[in-house]
């Protein structure tokens, strides 16, 4: 936590507006006090001006002073899902070929989905079993495009080819199956496909940052009230409030990877393990503070 303090010129000049209006008053005392006293048949007691002075300059030394706090909330969250993104990407002489081919690796791919994976867990799902591919929204397409690729040779610039790009995700709950996840793509598509990233994902983000909010306000609310008190003040009002919050989830790159079809007795599969994030908010409070009369 962090704080500052610093006084606020607005004081004074509010101050030197008091000495005015007390000095006003004090006039008034004057000419109204003897009227009243001359009624009632009674000496008025007259407040001397010295004394009305330094009491209006004992109101302008109790200037505001501004206090900034920070405070810090953290919330520990387990993944509850994983995302996959991925690429299919082939190279062939003309666009129809690499379009052709590019589709039926995705066609590929989406067999596998289909053969592996549900929609929602079944009512009689069997949890000591290994864990299943529970994917609501199946595959989505990302992106899709196409553009000719070319080399330089000694004769010039030479044409490779036309390749064909489609970027591809698929969102699963729980992440017991993220590792199978990785060898579904990889075995379903073969040498087509590169596996670009693995997220893992919180659905409760929303709740989760919440809390850990309000958990900094508390941190720097309650810093406020300690160093006001420590420094004989009291707590005006609260004059701004800004906040940031920090959500880092962690990926993992498969760059260029490539598996063997799953048949292979030679075939591993990819280890991924999941885990937990700490969610951090921070929050800055502007308070005044005035001086304890």
């Given amino acids: 936590m962090r704080e500052t303090a ?31 006293a001359g009624a009632q048949g009674e000496e008025a007691e007259i407040v001397p001006a010295d004394q009305l002075v330094e ?18 909330g953290s919330r520990r969250v387990n993944y509850d899902g994983a995302t996959a993104r991925f690429t299919v ?3 062939r002489s003309s666009p129809g070929q690499a379009v052709s081919e590019g589709n039926q690796t995705i066609n590929a791919i989406a067999e596998q989905v289909e053969k592996q994976c549900t929609t929602d867990e079944p009512a009689d799902a069997d949890h000591t079993a290994d864990p299943t591919c529970i994917s609501p929204s199946g595959l989505q397409t990302v992106g899709v495009g196409m553009h000719e690729e070319f080399d330089w040779t000694d004769s010039g610039r030479v044409s490779q080819g036309f390749r064909y790009e489609n970027h591809l995700s698929i969102s699963i709950r729980g992440t017991g199956f993220a590792g ?4 579904l793509v990889i075995a379903g598509g073969g040498e087509n496909v590169r596996f670009d990233s693995l997220q893992f994902t919180v659905s409760r983000r929303a709740e989760i940052e919440r809390l850990a909010l309000l958990d900094a306000i508390d941190d720097a609310r ?34 260029q990877a490539r598996a063997e079809p799953a048949a292979d007795a030679a075939f591993t599969p990819t280890p991924v393990f999941g885990g937990s ?3 951090t908010s921070q929050v800055q409070l502007v308070y005044e503070l005035r001086p304890r009369v």
Avoid: C
Avoid at 55 to 72: D, F, N, R
Avoid at 180 to 183: A, K
């Fill in 55 to 72: 009491q209006a300059e004992a109101m302008m030394e109790l200037e505001t002073t501004e206090l900034i706090v920070e405070g810090v």
């Fill in 222 to 255: 309650s810093t406020a009230a300690s160093i006001a008190k420590h420094l004989n003040h009291d707590l005006v009002r609260l004059v701004r409030v800004s906040r940031s919050t920090s959500f880092a989830s962690p990926i993992y790159e498969f760059e």
């Fill in 6 to 36: 610093q006084r606020v010129g607005v004081g004074r000049i509010l101050g030197i507006g008091l000495v005015l209006i007390v000095l006003f008053v004090g006039a008034l005392q004057l000419w109204g006090g003897s009227d009243i």
């Fill in 180 to 183: 199978g996840l990785v060898d």
């Fill in 89 to 91: 990407s082939v190279l």
């Fill in 277 to 279: 994030e700490v969610v």
